[in-house]
């Protein structure tokens, strides 16, 4: 309580008008908590199984892909965002 008390109040000399820094706590934290999780950790799975619904998008996905044409240049009307 001694350090409120040695601080400068509004209206003291020393005062000036602007926040503190708070200072870093200097305890050290040895009980860490307990792990929540049971047994060994066995990474994720590598294997993963698509749908075929997944598959037939994928599929549908490339096909349309190779079907669109693509512009050498972005166009703009207005002149805006011209490659030069």
Known sequence: MN??????????KDFV??????????????????????GPFRGSSKTHVTSRYDRAHRDFLERTKKSK????????????KMDI
């Open 17 to 38: 008008m602007r926040a503190r820094v708070p200072r870093p706590s200097q305890k050290d934290y040895v009980v860490r908590p307990r792990s929540n999780v049971e």
């Open 69 to 80: 044409t693509l512009r050498a240049a972005a166009v703009s009307l207005e002149g805006r």
């Open 3 to 12: 350090d409120k008390e040695s601080e400068p109040r509004p209206g003291d």
